[in-house]
């Protein structure tokens, strides 16, 4: 796939040039045929609004995503630091946060709102009755957030933050596919459980992985021209990764068989990176399949894409640098 990628902050008049008579909103499920060849443009954000510096410079980034004529904004996950207080407040300044979006915003968790909420300093919560908050407050309607919202189809009552939405020929899907190893048990030197849940893990990682297939059999149908996945979780991050295996082997066989271009976006670990990662059992790098990484943390920007379907690659990239956001740069 190619990859453009520039740096720039795009004022709305240029973008709604840019949108080429945009494009209209298909049935969460439908094949978008209508106005099907129309270019549109997204947002990718997350991991974010981190601790007192991110809740002041997260306004300026959702202030400049509502300058610009977006299809829609996809949020991969992490409303708040690690190290935070999972208590109520921070969910509901996000809840507050996602319906400021002039256009749509579609959200799959992170782990800083759920698998990490048991540690002390988050206030020792139980990271399922956490999962269980997400679900009643970000998962509870067939619709995105935002002033303007899109249709989406949930995975199931058991999984509700498993969504897909079709905008257009291109099948978007989100799911829960957290860091901190996908919340699978993690043992210490002597064998003990220091993390993770093995009932939990077991169960939502075989419902994404059909939630995974359902979704490129769906593009399939649709004869879309491209598929974008979006998780929260680094897969190839120096955190332990061992249950994302099949994640990326079935992501891998999927992307194989379509033919067509595969975007991933995943937050996690805050640097804006665009690549491809994944790897088929040979060990080489499957070129259709291009993970975005997006900003967050300190790194308080956003990332678009172009999406058109006249161009064979679909998708170009663009990083959105926030000037308020920025730090004041010490020479060496």
Not at 23 to 49: Q, S, T
Not at 305 to 311: Q, S
Request: aromatic fraction near 8%; include cysteine.
């Amino acid at each position: 796939m190619r990859i453009r990628t520039k740096l720039m902050v795009i004022g709305a008049a240029a973008a709604a040039a840019s949108l080429l008579g945009g494009i209209g909103v298909a049935a969460a499920d439908g094949n978008g045929e209508a106005n099907r060849n129309g270019a549109y443009e997204i947002g990718l954000i997350g991991d974010m609004p981190y601790g007192p510096t991110g809740r002041a410079q997260y306004p300026n980034v959702i202030a400049d995503i509502n300058q610009h004529r977006l299809a829609f904004t996809a949020f991969d996950g992490d409303i708040k630091n690690g190290s935070e207080r999972c208590d109520q407040p921070i969910y509901d300044a996000a809840l507050a946060s996602f319906k400021s979006f002039a256009d749509p915003l579609v959200y799959v968790p992170g782990d800083n709102e759920w698998t990490d909420c048991d540690r002390a300093s988050n206030g020792s919560y139980d990271p399922n009755e956490r999962l269980a908050l997400i679900r009643s407050m970000f998962a509870a309607t067939p619709t995105s957030f935002g002033q303007h919202t899109l249709p989406l189809l949930r995975q199931s009552a058991a999984y509700p933050e498993n969504v897909r939405w079709q905008y257009g020929p291109v099948t978007y899907v989100g799911l829960n596919i957290p860091g901190s190893d996908n919340n699978a048990p993690q043992f210490d030197s002597t064998g003990k459980q220091i993390d993770g849940d093995a009932a939990e893990y077991t169960a939502r990682n075989a419902a994404n992985l059909a939630w995974l297939d359902q979704a490129f059999a769906a593009a399939r149908a649709a004869n879309s021209v491209a598929v974008m996945v979006v998780i929260q979780a680094d897969m190839w991050s120096t955190d332990p990764t061992a249950h994302f295996a099949d994640t990326k082997a079935e992501l891998a066989r999927l992307a194989i068989g379509f033919h067509r271009p595969v975007v991933l976006v995943n937050g996690d670990s805050h640097v804006l990176r665009i690549d491809n990662p994944l790897t088929d059992a040979a060990g080489n790098p499957i070129l259709n399949v291009t993970r975005v990484q997006t900003f967050g943390s300190a790194l308080n920007h956003w990332v678009s894409a172009t999406v058109d379907p006249r161009d064979p690659e679909v998708f170009t990239f663009h990083q959105h640098i926030i000037a308020a956001n920025l730090p004041s740069y010490v020479s060496p």
